[in-house]
């Protein structure tokens, strides 16, 4: 079980935890603010967008290409943006919080 | 069996300039058809607006027959805001399991009467209906009203030989005026009521107001969700293991129907007026001259898309933009998405299996490019 502190733009904080899926699925289960998941998770939409820390991204890694395309063109984006649904639970350390980037 | 495929006409240019060049009731249009260059174009809304003259950004140009401006659709920020803010949760109705229920219902009954068929024409019979009484669902008004729209045909503005008849779409605007007084007078938790009794900035909505968005709600979602469910019909006909992939593993649905979508492209494209000289893939772009954004073709760019040309109802990465991209992205989307499913997943859990038996294709023509979007009649058998 990984433990994800989802900080909304309100600063509402929520914690929920899962062993499997991604960032976006766990998100859209707790209904977390700002993230709808239009497109279910195929990287089409961007309603899905986070902001990381550094450390975490460094961890987690950075976005694929396709990803990376959706990102730019994004409002918000950062140096440690990533799109929910590319980040599978599993890639994530023990124990995370992220921020609702919308 | 034939094989169902919808080609891409866009290839050659796509490759070559990025643009093609379409004449449209002398307003000529530049359509822009590599998906970095459309995805850019929808997020400059500054450079490109949709606030034109009402009709302007459609292709073919609908200035001739409306003054309604289509909201949101043709507002451009910060005003866009405030009226898509208003219309979110209400459009965001169909991820409720109610609205999943009813909509289950109303495919079902649809293919039950399907089979019990020799024979159907699926763009009549089945699409149309279909698209008609689900709209009854996103406007929450009662399943009969669905009657009157399926009584005018597949084509709220198009007539046989018109792209553009004003006399077509007057019925559908007297309609909305006749529903708005309506509302006025004997107010429920119709879609109409909800937004007479809607404000921004403390102004409650005014009558034209509700009507830009009732057009937009009722032209939107038209030919659009009927080119998608006889399209996916098609598909599925010529695909004989999908449906039974889908039904071991439900999961599918969601990659299923982005997918089709992608593929689909069920609008081709939607234009934008450019507010200043500009230049878009090295192509110079005029102040208040068109560029349409093409989603059909942006959908096929093999810089993005793998295989782009095949349809694989597992793809994990889809970025396509069938519903198109920005601010400005398809209202109707989460409604669109859930028939798509509920359709697939009906299909799926009662076993049937479709046959093709004769489809006239509908060929749209844009200059250079004629692009197959669909059918214009579908014969088929159910099983
Ligand atoms: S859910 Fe659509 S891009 Fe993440």
């Known amino acids: 079980m990984k433990k994800v502190t989802y900080i909304t733009q309100k600063e509402e904080a929520k914690t929920a935890s899962a062993s499997s899926g991604n960032l976006m699925e766990l998100a859209i289960a707790n209904n977390i603010e700002g993230i709808e998941g239009d497109c279910g998770g195929v990287c089409s939409c961007a309603t899905c967008h986070i902001h990381l820390t550094p450390e975490d991204f460094e961890t987690v890694g950075g976005p694929g290409e396709i990803e990376e395309e959706m990102l730019e063109l994004e409002d918000n984006v950062s140096p440690y943006s990533r799109l929910a649904c590319q980040v599978p639970i599993s890639s994530l350390p023990e124990q995370i919080t992220v921020k609702v980037a919308n | 069996m034939e094989k169902f495929e919808l080609p891409d006409p866009f290839e050659g240019a796509r490759e070559q300039c990025g643009y093609g060049k379409v004449e449209d009731q002398d307003d000529p249009v530049t359509m822009l058809l590599r998906l970095r260059d459309v995805r850019k174009t929808a997020k400059n809304t500054q450079t490109f607006q949709s606030g034109a003259q009402p009709g302007r950004i459609v292709v073919p140009s609908e200035v001739n027959i409306r003054s309604t401006r289509q909201i949101p659709f043709e507002v451009d920020p910060p005003m866009h805001r405030l009226y898509r803010d208003l219309l979110e949760d209400w459009f965001r109705r169909p991820e409720k399991d109610t609205y999943k229920a009813q909509l289950s219902d109303i495919i079902s009954k649809l293919v039950q009467e399907a089979k019990s068929k020799a024979q159907v024409e699926i763009v009549n019979d089945i699409a149309l209906k279909l698209q008609s009484r689900a709209l009854t669902l996103l406007l929450n008004v009662p399943l009969e009203e669905a009657e009157t729209w399926i009584s005018w045909g597949t084509h709220v503005f198009r007539s046989e030989d018109n792209p553009v008849d004003g006399d077509k779409a007057k019925i559908l605007y007297d309609y909305i005026d006749r529903q708005i007084e309506k509302a006025l007078s004997n107010p429920g938790d119709d879609l109409y009521s909800i937004l007479l009794n ?112 095949t349809i694989d109802l597992e793809r994990k990465l889809n970025p396509h933009v069938g519903f198109g991209f920005g601010i400005h992205k398809c209202l109707g989307a989460t409604h669109a998405r859930h028939v798509l499913r509920t359709l697939l997943s009906v299909l799926a859990e009662m076993d049937v299996k479709l046959k093709m038996v004769k489809g006239d294709s509908n060929i749209e023509d844009w200059g250079e490019f004629k692009r197959k979007v669909g059918y214009d009649r579908l014969e088929m058998k159910f099983s």
């Open chain 2, 198 to 309: 809607s404000e921004i900035e403390g102004k409650k909505l005014n009558k034209e107001e509700v009507k830009g968005v009732m057009i937009l709600t009722f032209a939107g979602g038209r030919d659009t969700v009927i080119n998608a469910v006889t399209n996916t019909l098609a598909y599925l006909s010529s695909n004989p293991k999908a449906l039974p992939a889908i039904k071991e593993d439900p999961t599918m649905l969601n990659t299923a129907v982005e997918e089709l979508v992608r593929y689909f492209s069920p609008l081709t494209h939607m234009g934008r007026v450019a507010t200043e000289d500009t230049e878009v893939c090295e192509h110079a772009i005029k102040a208040d001259s068109r560029v349409s954004l093409c989603w059909a073709s942006a959908n096929r760019d093999p810089k993005t898309f793998e295989n782009p040309n």
